[in-house]
Antibody
Framework: EVQLVESGGGLVQPGGSRRLSCVVS????????ISWVRQAPGKGLEWVANIKHDEFEKYYGDSVKGRFTISRDNAKNSVYLQMNSLRAEDTAVYYC????????????WGQGTLVTVSS | DIQMTQSPSTLSASVGDRVTITCRAS??????LAWYQQRPGQVPKLLIYKASSLESGVPSRFSGSGSGTEFTLTISSLQPDDFATYYC??????????FGQGTKVETK
C-alpha cells in the first residue's frame, strides 16, 4: 500500500522557520518525483515545490522561491521541506504528494500537516 | 506563467443531474490536464489525467474532455458521494503545476 506520512507542522511565529518531513512507503521511492502542495484554510490548492528522484532537479512556486528548500534522502525514503522567513500567508495544510511517472500531476497524497504562522 | 480558470465557482445540483465543470488555460496546454475531487475534510483524489483518461478505480460516470485551452469535467448522473470541490490542474509547464481555483458542487 502506498503511503506518504507528513510530520513537522505546528505553530510558528512570523519570520520563523519550520522543517516538514514526509516518509513514504509502498513504492519504489527512488523512481519518483515528489511534490509538496499546500491548502490554506478554506482555500484552494497551491503547488509549492517538487524534487526529482536523483535530487538534481528541484522547482519552486513563485510565492516560496528563495524562502523554502526541498530535499530528499533516498536512503530514508524521506522528503523534506525547509521553510524559512515564514509569513502569515504560508499558513496552510501541507501535503506530500507523489508525481505520476515523470509528470507533474499527483496520484497519491499524504494526509497533510498543518502549519500555522501567527504571533 | 499559465493561469487556470474554472467556472462556475459554485454549482447547485441534485442527485441524478448531469453536471459539467469548465476549466480554461491562459495558453495552450495540449492535453496536459488533470482533475481532482476533494470531499469535505478529505484529501484530494485524482479523477482524470491527460484531459480524458480515467484514473483506475474512478466510476465511469466521470469523464473529461478538451484540449488546447478549454476543458470540461462531466459527471453523467450525480451521486450523493459526488458533492465535493473539484480542481483542474495543468502540468504542461513541468516546473509549476498550476491549479484552478476550484468548483464546489453543492446540493440544490
Amino acid at each position: 500500500e502506498v503511503q506518504l506520512v507528513e510530520s513537522g507542522g505546528g505553530l510558528v511565529q512570523p519570520g520563523g522557520s519550520r522543517r516538514l518531513s514526509c516518509v513514504v512507503s509502498g513504492f519504489s521511492f527512488t523512481s519518483y518525483w515528489i511534490s509538496w502542495v499546500r491548502q490554506a484554510p478554506g482555500k484552494g490548492l497551491e503547488w509549492v515545490a517538487n524534487i526529482k528522484h536523483d535530487e538534481f532537479e528541484k522547482y519552486y512556486g513563485d510565492s516560496v522561491k528563495g524562502r523554502f528548500t526541498i530535499s530528499r534522502d533516498n536512503a530514508k525514503n524521506s522528503v523534506y521541506l525547509q521553510m524559512n522567513s515564514l509569513r502569515a500567508e504560508d499558513t496552510a495544510v501541507y501535503y506530500c504528494v507523489r508525481d505520476r511517472d515523470a509528470y507533474n500531476y499527483f496520484d497519491y497524497w499524504g494526509q497533510g500537516t498543518l502549519v500555522t504562522v501567527s504571533s | 506563467d499559465i493561469q487556470m480558470t474554472q467556472s462556475p465557482s459554485t454549482l447547485s445540483a441534485s442527485v441524478g443531474d448531469r453536471v459539467t465543470i469548465t476549466c480554461r488555460a491562459s495558453q495552450s496546454i495540449s492535453d496536459w490536464l488533470a482533475w481532482y475531487q476533494q470531499r469535505p475534510g478529505q484529501v484530494p483524489k485524482l479523477l482524470i489525467y491527460k484531459a480524458s483518461s480515467l484514473e483506475s478505480g474512478v466510476p465511469s460516470r466521470f469523464s473529461g474532455s478538451g484540449s488546447g485551452t478549454e476543458f470540461t469535467l462531466t459527471i453523467s448522473s450525480l451521486q450523493p458521494d459526488d458533492f465535493a470541490t473539484y480542481y483542474c490542474q495543468q502540468y504542461k509547464d513541468y516546473s509549476r503545476g498550476t491549479f484552478g481555483q476550484g468548483t464546489k458542487v453543492e446540493t440544490k
